[in-house]
């Protein structure tokens, strides 16, 4: 059965973390349902880490859609969730709920779209239409250009209060869940203090409900992965089953609150921040 937010609020009042990983094939939805992995992400990151593009801007609403189907059909137990990729909502909220149905006829159960405040009627409109929102504050990999390239945000107190405002506005429109990336840890825990619903971070705190990281990430297949990555590759077993074991062993990691540990967040003072954020998110 599959899991639901109800199941997910459950496990995060019974004191376990939600675990996340990005997912774009029926093979390793198995895998990843099999190993405890609680939710599964069609990231727009499918743009570069299987598309092979330099950004996740030319990701289209019918490869997510293909991707959704894919772990649907491959998976029978996590939460799936669906990227709504550059374009298919920023002209408004009747555009985002034509496309947002698309996804979820696909298998998707909640869709997730990048952007804070602004964005509040278009959440408004799709929860108030079925369909559950994942909000995305902090990096904004869409935003790359903008941002002028992939950038830890938060760093000055205006915009950590841009940050904390951007959460609690996607909380009133009625998003059941946020995802909180590329922030240092103190803003992290501040959006976690400001709002009750679900919150995921990467590159953010412990303090979220859960974490997300990307699989290639994660599975070391990335030259030069982020800060926040761990590589759970290592140490695995040499059998057939490393790759099962690497999500088990981040499924538990993230359930316990070992992971992410203090060397995969950015701190307080802009120096040990750095300015460079990694490649992409998720």
Known sequence: MRTTLSALRKKLAAGKKISMLTCYDAGFARVMDEA???TLLVGDSLGMVVQGRDSTLPVRL???AYHVECIARGSRRPFLVADMPFG???EGPAQALRNAVVLMQAGAQMVKLEGGAELAPTIELLVRSGIPVCGHIGLLPSHVHALGGYRVQGKES???DRIVADARAVQAAGAAMLVIEAVPDPVARQVCAAASLITIGIGASVACSGQVLVMHDMLGLTAS???FVKN?????GAEGDAVAQAFRRYAQ???SGAFPGPEHVYGAAP???GALYGQRGA
């Open 225 to 227: 992965p982020a800060k």
């Open 232 to 236: 759970y590759m290592v140490g695995a």
């Open 88 to 90: 298919t909502y920023q």
């Open 158 to 160: 205006a915009e950590a």
């Open 62 to 64: 019918q490869d997510i």
């Open 36 to 38: 405890g992995v609680d």
């Open 271 to 273: 120096a040990a921040i």
């Open 253 to 255: 990691e993230v359930e």
